[in-house]
């Protein structure tokens, strides 16, 4: 790659993010924005954290916090230190970097839907300027990047690689755990241009601990998909063992727990009531969907994501098989879901599968409450609807429930009293080791 750049223009740029005087944008301050803000507020840059959620500003701009696992202290703090929120994107031109991080989830025929970062893009290109760095971090497939920001970014006028400076740098956040947070998560870099490239090495490396440069956006892409994809592969391969396990009486998470113990070539992945969370469901099709351009089948990756999809289904299915051995039907059942975030212990409901499981139950006639520490009231969302608040556990309020169906085992959960006053309770998460006449695994 070979840049004519202009004189001084790249160097004043990393000048900025190496002494620090640079001014960092964040575009979208979700569960991947807001993180990365408070990152790069620690270390001492001014941070202008822009998203068209009036709500989120405005509790931003008081010190607040709208995500559990960051406490306001972190909010607060950054404000301090001269953190702003706005939802004017008119002040894209005070930034020196502009980092987007906008959903990228599937539209209703599971293809990309891009609409997100597009209309992002269309929002800032008014107020883009020369000598900025613009790094996409939402997940999507091989090819955006060059494909629809850059077109974009010259239709201005704007040369990439010589006025503006485009990279893809995907976000690897992962809500909630302890273990790791934005500084320790080695960032992914890839650029349009060696000059590109360049720059964001000079924008992520004040913030994280390691960059890892690759040859290009497209690299860059693929890579977050691979990571995602390894996982959504080997999660339905445990999948489909838990049904086959099932049909022999035989518990696959004692037999994941024996697997683990093997000291190499062996990574224990845990089955559950179906994918959730922002990445995992959607970014095989995103790969998918760009591979029948090149002529390429995924059959494996596409078989896994039919298992993985099947599982509420096949949860449900056990749902019903045990009502039916009590004398029981769904209809008119009362069913408690424990947990409705997509993961235990976060609060994060996107693409959670106990959503469906809910959504499938009612349609059957059953009667469905939900229990969740983390989630006091149903929250608004895209493609679901209940006017439903988080059940209090009680002994009584356990007792009146004919099935409690563990969707998400978060650590909250009194599993012992649940155990000790539900008359049936459906274990998605292998949460009882032991055997007890009132569990049904599923």
């Not at 839907?113 to 999507?140: I, K």
């Not at 485009?166 to 080695?186: A, K, Q, Y």
Request: proline share 6%; hydrophobic share 40%.
């Amino acid at each position: 790659m070979r840049d004519a750049l202009k004189p001084g223009q790249l160097d004043q740029l990393v000048g900025k993010f190496e002494d620090r005087t640079a001014v960092i944008g964040v575009i979208g301050l979700g569960y991947v924005g807001l993180p990365l803000s408070l990152r790069y507020s620690a270390v001492g840059f001014r941070v202008l954290g822009i998203d068209i959620d009036a709500t989120k500003v405005g509790k931003l701009n008081a010190g607040a916090s709208y995500i559990e696992h960051i406490a306001a202290g972190k909010v607060a703090g950054a404000r301090e230190r001269g953190f702003e929120a706005t939802s004017d994107f008119a002040r894209v031109a005070e930034a020196d970097a502009l980092i987007i991080c906008v959903p990228t989830p599937l539209n209703v025929y599971r293809e990309p839907d891009l609409s997100f970062v597009l209309g992002t893009m269309e929002a800032m290109l008014p107020h883009v300027r020369a000598g900025q760095v613009v790094s996409l971090e939402s997940t999507t497939y091989p090819g955006t990047t060059e494909e629809e920001l850059r077109p974009r970014l010259e239709s201005r006028g704007l040369a990439v690689g010589e006025d503006v400076f485009l990279v893809f740098s995907p976000e690897r956040e992962d809500p909630g755990n302890p273990d790791f947070e934005t500084r320790t998560i080695p960032k992914v870099c890839g650029g349009s241009t060696e000059a590109c490239l360049r720059a964001g090495l000079a924008l992520y490396s004040p913030a994280i601990d390691r960059v890892v440069p690759v040859s290009s956006t497209r690299a860059a892409e693929l890579t977050k998909l691979l990571e995602n994809i390894h996982r959504a592969v080997n999660i339905g391969l445990v999948n489909e063992m838990k049904i086959i396990a099932d049909k022999m009486e035989i518990d696959i998470h004692e037999v994941i727990r024996a697997a683990a113990t093997k000291p190499f070539g062996f990574t224990p992945y845990y089955p559950g009531p179906g994918l959730g969370g922002h990445c995992i469901p959607i970014d095989p099709f995103y790969l998918t969907w760009k591979a029948r351009q090149y002529g390429v089948h995924t059959r494996f990756i596409e078989l896994a994501g039919e298992i993985n999809r099947d599982m509420p289904q096949w949860v449900i299915g056990k749902v019903t098989d045990a009502l039916n051995q009590r004398g029981r039907s769904v209809k008119d059942s009362r069913i408690l879901v424990l947990g409705i975030a997509y993961k235990k212990d976060v609060e994060d409901m996107r693409e959670s599968p106990s959503v469906e499981l809910m959504e499938r139950l009612r349609a059957r006639g059953a009667l469905v409450d939900y229990s969740d520490p983390h989630v006091p009231a149903f929250p608004k969302m895209r493609e679901h609807s209940f006017e439903l608040s988080s059940v209090a556990l009680t002994p009584a309020s356990i007792a009146s429930y004919d099935v409690l169906l563990i969707a998400t085992s978060h650590t909250a959960f009194d599993y012992e009293l649940l155990r000790q006053h539900a008359r049936l309770i459906i274990d998605t998460r292998g949460v009882y080791r032991e055997r007890h006449p009132n569990v049904v695994k599923a």
